[in-house]
């Protein structure tokens, strides 16, 4: 992937900074996107280090204007983008009939409408080079969990709208897949007071008998991110441990 640019939002910490650290390791030149800037500038700065080349681009993907400004500082920068990592999201856990609205949209906006933005807003590059990849990361929890109503449908909103610009894109060599994780070890899992009780509730339904790791997701991200993957699109892997529900 030498020389190629690829763009990952949410990529300050967890899966998003690993997947840029493995991008850059391919040869990525990478636009290191998050909102905030302290954790994304030492995510470039360990790229840099490496003898990578990356810059930080900042702001919210639930954004229209941020997401112009970040792709048009990495268009300006780097000329174009091949590779769009929609990593960027969090979930909000309540019972559904004790969302407020504030808290769905929030969830719906960062998860879904930011994805959609990224990817309209880097499409027209991808178009003109006849070539892109696209990797949208979900959940497991898109088939439905427990107390995630927001999440789960932003989630399943993910596998709609990857489906639908595989179908848009491929005529142009661009490829659209999804990741769904199950739960992988991040600081965000880590720290959820309940995480003992979810950890061992989701080994005792996979059949792999240990935590995902944020390795595991970045493998899958790689593939769809990598010319290896130009004739599967509009797919979703599945990095849960072989979980059933
Ligand atoms: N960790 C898991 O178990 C798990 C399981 C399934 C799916 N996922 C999905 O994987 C992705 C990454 O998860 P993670 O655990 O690494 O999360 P994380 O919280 O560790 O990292 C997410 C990063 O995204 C950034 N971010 C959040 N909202 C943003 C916004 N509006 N604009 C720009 N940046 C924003 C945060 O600042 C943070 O640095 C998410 O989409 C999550 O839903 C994670």
Redesign the pocket.
């Known amino acids: 992937m030498n020389g190629q640019v690829a763009l990952i ?2 990529a ?5 900074a690993a997947a840029a650290g493995a991008l850059a390791r391919q040869g990525c030149k990478v636009a290191v ?4 800037h302290d ?1 994304a500038d030492l995510v470039v700065r360990t790229i840099l280090d490496e003898g990578g080349d990356a810059i930080a681009v900042y702001g ?3 954004v229209s204007a941020d997401v112009s400004a970040a792709v048009g500082k990495t268009l300006d920068r780097y000329g174009t983008v091949h590779v769009l990592v929609n ?5 909000i856990e309540a019972p559904v009939w004790k969302l407020t609205d504030e808290q769905w949209a929030s969830v719906l906006d ?2 879904l409408t ?1 994805s959609f933005y990224c990817i309209r807003a880097v499409v027209p590059s991808m178009i003109e080079q006849r070539y892109g990849r696209i990797v949208n ?1 979900s ?3 898109h088939m439905g969990d427990g107390h995630k109503a927001a999440y789960a449908s932003a989630k399943a909103g993910i596998l709609g709208l990857t489906r639908t610009c595989a179908i848009e894109l491929g005529q142009y060599d661009i490829t659209v897949n999804a990741i769904a ?4 070890r ?4 880590l720290a959820q007071p309940q995480y003992a009780a979810l950890n061992e509730r989701a080994q005792a339904r996979q059949l792999i008998k240990r935590p ?1 790791t944020v390795e595991d997701i970045v493998n899958g991200i790689l593939f769809y991110a990598s010319p290896a993957s130009g004739f599967v699109t509009g797919d979703t892997l599945y990095i849960t441990g072989g979980r059933m529900g």
């Open positions: 939002t949410g300050g910490r967890g899966i998003g996107w998050d909102r905030h954790v919210s993907v639930a990593n960027a999201g969090f979930g960062v998860n930011g990361i959940s497991r929890a994780p199950g739960m992988v991040t600081e965000r899992v995902g």
